[in-house]
């Protein structure tokens, strides 16, 4: 585990987050929140990865079509490729070829297909096979559309969930300490807001150990399981664990 001891202002945007919340510290009833583009959804294992339809022009028309790139996916497949089609109606799907693993090209509108440049196999939006040699559709994920701007996305395994607990360091006054599962080269960091309506939330440092100084902004995840140690800011407030 590596830690920056520089604070850097970054575009919350291209977050990738999880948030955590309890709504009385000191009696800790974590609850799943929402900050940045990727959430808790239920399932720990299970995120959502929200994009601003403004930062995708090509998704702003029907027949629109993107293959992006989601930090947290599988390691040796993280691409997925979503297309607009009449109606405000969004479909996403793996762009990983269920035939040999080639990467599936985005919408082509003149053939109506996502094609495969590899051997040829042709898919539905929703990822169906229209032509093989594929036999199997691509790999689907829902997705929730609030009518204006904002598409959510739910991406099996892209959760995170984060355990804590009330730490006492000796002779000094309790921290609340947060652990989470890091994935290497993943920046962490921590964040509050003193309600839940609140839309700041501000960083927040931490100490990797119980009894060091708490000075340090954010930590590089090495594949491990983090533990951060926290000062207590306040009598309630919301705590999430932003990665990026
Ligand atoms: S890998 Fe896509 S058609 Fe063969």
């Known amino acids: 585990m590596s830690y920056n001891n520089d604070l850097n202002r970054r575009h919350f945007l291209k977050m990738f987050a999880f948030a955590t919340a309890s709504s009385q510290l000191g009696s800790w009833a974590w609850t799943n929140s929402v900050l940045g583009d990727i959430q808790a959804n239920g399932s720990p294992a299970t995120g959502l990865f929200r994009m601003n339809l403004s930062d995708f022009p090509a998704l702003q028309t029907d027949n629109g079509s993107v293959r992006l790139k989601v930090t947290g996916m599988s390691a040796t497949f993280p691409e997925i490729i979503v297309t607009r089609s009449a109606g405000s109606v969004f479909h ?28 040829g196999s042709q898919f539905k939006v929703d990822g169906s096979v229209v032509r093989g040699p594929a036999t199997e559709p691509l790999a689907r994920y829902a997705t929730q559309f609030d009518g204006a701007s904002l598409l959510a996305i739910e991406i099996p395994g892209l959760g995170y969930s984060i355990k804590s607990s009330v730490a006492q360091p000796a002779g000094g006054a309790s921290r609340l300490s947060l652990s989470f599962p890091t994935v290497t080269g993943l920046n962490y960091e921590v964040r509050f807001k003193t309600t839940f309506g609140a839309t700041d939330w501000s960083p927040v440092m931490f100490s990797p150990t119980l009894d060091g100084q708490v000075n340090v902004p954010s930590l590089v995840g090495d594949g491990a399981e983090a533990t951060v140690y926290l000062e207590r800011t306040g009598t309630s407030g919301f705590y999430a664990v932003i990665r990026y």
């Open 92 to 119: 996403a799907v793996s762009s990983y070829c269920t035939h040999m693993g080639c990467t599936v090209n985005t919408f082509n509108a003149s053939l109506g297909v996502l094609p495969c440049p590899c051997h």
